[in-house]
């Protein structure tokens, strides 16, 4: 029991560190850095408009996710459990998983939120004092994501260890190990439904309101991005935090689940009698918190040229010493030898597994900041391309995506194949175990970027200086580059723990068929077989389906936006004087409602396609469904995402002055092809996560329905 006393001591302490943090940044008063009366009243008020947009997206959506929550547990129960054999009853206890797996991701996404728009108005407030000030609330402000969030997946996976031993005593022998640990997927079945409702629905509210201000107030109306004159500038803050902070901490957070959980079903038989062995995957992203924790001692941020190399290096030192930390890890947890599906692996197989999923998170970062910073030939040459209009600069934006995508599957395929070559499936679960090895940092980094450009919009808003938004602008920079970098990172992650899943999926089913008296799957998958080959041209398709699903969405949100913005610009007296205040709460509701009902269709779709094609064509069908999506929703995420980034960043390579600056032609084409990026950075790129993970975690799961009843037509 050694080693879940080490993940609760670990636990504890990311828990204590994100407390600390979070007291830190709430005894900062809201009008700090203000410097008269007028300035700390707009301050308030601004926080405030933001804070309760927030507070009412969340709102409406928990009602939404948790008449999911009760309807989903009870299809979980009713399909999972066969009455027709004397097998264990594993639909309550998978239902019971799935819903501490909901409450613990709806937990961590309030946590993030509540702590962004805490630190967004205070890190505007601590520009008056200095980037140095300005850049350690912010950093802090996504520190207190980081490790809550790890803290509260760890103290999940051990609380629903040891609740589901304690209620579920036969769960508890070693004969049934392997029954448990799929029992447990469950958990991670949750983190990734919540995910859903605030990736794709937080990325749909997120880019209404963004092109809707951009379109109107940027190119239509002349005048500046977070200007207060704008009804859809609070919802575009809101929105930052709804999408790029919950949806994020969510996406990730069920990346941690769910590869934890394949790790385990693969692993259980192999150390159904070891329990520190077995608990390996939990303790990696344990010992991410001794890491991130080192790693902040060396950040030091003195002036602006300072703020990205700083971001950067977190990343690199995390990396490099958690590498180190795992060698120690895995030679104390694991066996010299051991046997998975009858192949013997050895400890230090493992331990290259983990590292090379780590080194390929690292490189995928690299490579996102090298397609998406404008400090770079690529992002420049789609700024040039600007100069001869909208169309170049879309076509250049393209392009460059496509490009982008080389690397990170490169490195991608040699961390599928290394593992692979060292410890089977249960490697390739243990690689995407040590991407996500960083992930307190990965996740501080990134929701430090929605901070920053909050901070920025509420310096505009709040008329604090034009150096006061200078500051903050710097800050926003280097936060697009790491937000660029998480969402590669979180695609990455993505596409690993999927393909773990899919390993976990294919071992759980040919365990179950055998069992059965039936022949096994691993050994008799045909790619020629008519309905395998049928299933990964449906997979394939699955990604184009859901990407244009969510962009739709988008482009009909913000179609509603635009005339909202219009109406207000026209019927309010004054508004374009500053005499006179948009009414922001419509342009909030309008977000939200259409983040709620435009989630449904593509929600069903990931949903009810693996329990379709289970069901009626059964699990070979599937297996092919599961592939043909991982590989083509894979190198789409990338793709859209890298495009977005760099559209993004070629805007603000001139609205640095560059290519004759804001106003221009240049500028103009450049501000078009950013919203038309928006979607693919914010909403369909990453939102294929959900699409990648939830269909694999939901086939796991479902597993025993699929060998039972599955195949009517196969």
Request: aromatic share 8%.
């Amino acid at each position: 029991m050694e080693s879940i006393a080490l993940i609760l001591a670990f636990s504890t302490l990311s828990a204590i560190i994100a407390l600390i943090k979070a007291k830190n940044i709430v005894a900062i008063p809201l009008d700090a850095g203000a410097t008269n009366e007028a300035e700390s009243k707009r301050m308030i008020k601004i926080h405030h408009a933001i804070a309760e947009g927030a507070k009412a997206f969340l709102g409406q959506s928990y009602k939404a996710m948790f008449i999911y929550m009760v309807l989903f547990s009870l299809v979980i129960v009713f399909l999972i459990d066969d009455p027709h054999t004397d097998s264990l009853a594993e639909g309550i206890p998978t239902a019971l998983s799935f819903i501490i797996g909901c409450l613990t991701s709806i937990l961590a996404g309030n946590i993030g939120m509540r702590i962004a728009t805490a630190g967004n108005v205070r890190t505007a407030g601590a520009a008056k004092t200095g980037i140095a000030e300005a850049f350690k609330v912010a950093l802090n402000s996504g520190a207190v994501m980081g490790f809550a969030l790890v803290a509260l997946t760890l103290y999940g996976l051990v609380f629903v260890y040891l609740l589901l031993k304690m209620l579920f005593p036969e769960l508890a022998l070693p004969l049934h190990n392997h029954i448990l640990m799929e029992v447990m997927a469950g958990f991670g079945l949750g983190g990734s439904s919540i995910a859903l409702f605030a990736r794709v629905g937080g990325g749909i509210f997120t880019k209404a309101a963004d092109v809707g201000a951009d379109l109107v107030g940027k190119v239509e109306a002349g005048i500046p991005e977070d200007d207060p004159r704008n009804p859809a500038v609070i919802a575009d803050n809101v929105g930052d935090n709804v999408g790029d902070v919950a949806g994020m901490g969510a996406d990730l957070f069920g990346s941690c689940a769910e590869s934890t959980c394949a790790a385990l079903v693969i692993g259980a038989i192999a150390f159904a009698g070891d329990i520190n062995a077995m608990m390996l995957p939990i303790l990696i992203s344990a010992l991410g918190v001794p890491v991130a924790i080192l790693t902040f001692l060396f950040v030091k941020v003195k002036d602006a040229d300072s703020v990205a190399p700083a971001l950067k290096n977190m990343l690199i030192l995390s990396t490099a010493l958690m590498a180190l930390g795992l060698y120690f890890l895995v030679q104390w947890s694991l066996p010299e030898g051991f046997v998975i599906n009858g192949t013997e692996y050895s400890s230090m197989g493992v331990y290259y597994s983990v590292l090379s999923g780590l080194i390929a998170g690292l490189v995928i970062g690299l490579f996102t900041e090298y397609y998406t910073s404008h400090d770079y030939k690529p992002v420049r040459h789609v700024a040039q391309a600007s100069q001869t209009g909208a169309a170049t600069n879309i076509i250049a934006g393209l392009a460059l995506g496509y490009y982008s995508t080389a690397g990170p599957i490169l490195a991608l395929i040699i961390a599928i194949f290394v593992p692979f070559h060292f410890a089977g499936m249960y490697g390739v679960a243990i690689a995407a175990l040590g991407m996500l090895g960083t992930l307190i940092i990965g996740l501080t980094i990134d929701a430090y970027g929605p901070v920053s450009d909050n901070a920025g919009g509420i310096a505009e808003m709040a008329q604090l200086g034009p150096e006061i938004r200078e500051r903050t602008d710097v800050l926003d920079a280097a936060g697009n580059t790491t937000a660029a970098i998480g969402k590669g990172f979180a695609i990455g992650s993505a596409i690993l723990t999927s393909l773990a899943l899919f390993s976990a999926f294919l071992t759980r089913a040919d365990s179950l068929l055998q069992e059965d008296g039936k022949e096994g799957i691993l050994a008799n998958i045909n790619l020629l077989d008519p309905m395998v080959l049928t299933g990964l041209f449906v997979g394939a398709l699955l990604p184009f389906l859901f990407s244009a699903m969510t962009m739709q969405a988008v482009g009909q949100a913000a179609m509603e936006m635009i005339t909202e913005v219009r109406r207000q610009f026209k019927t309010i007296p004054g508004i374009m004087e500053g005499t006179a205040e948009p009414d922001y709460k419509q342009c909030v509701a309008i977000s939200t409602r259409a983040a709620l009902i435009k989630t449904i269709a593509p929600a069903a779709l990931i949903i009810c396609t693996p329990l379709g094609v289970g069901f009626i064509f059964g699990i070979q069908a599937l297996a092919g469904v599961l592939a043909g999506s991982l590989v083509c929703g894979g190198v789409m995420a990338i793709s859209s995402s890298n495009s977005g980034g760099a559209w993004d960043n070629a805007k603000k390579y001139i609205e640095k002055g560059n290519l004759g600056g804001k106003g221009t032609e240049t500028h103009k084409a450049a501000v078009v092809g950013d919203t038309v990026g928006d979607p693919l950075k914010d909403t369909s790129g990453p939102s294929l996560n959900i699409l990648l993970k939830l269909q694999a975690i939901l086939s796991l799961v479902f597993v025993p329905f699929f060998v039972n009843y599955g195949g009517l037509l196969g």
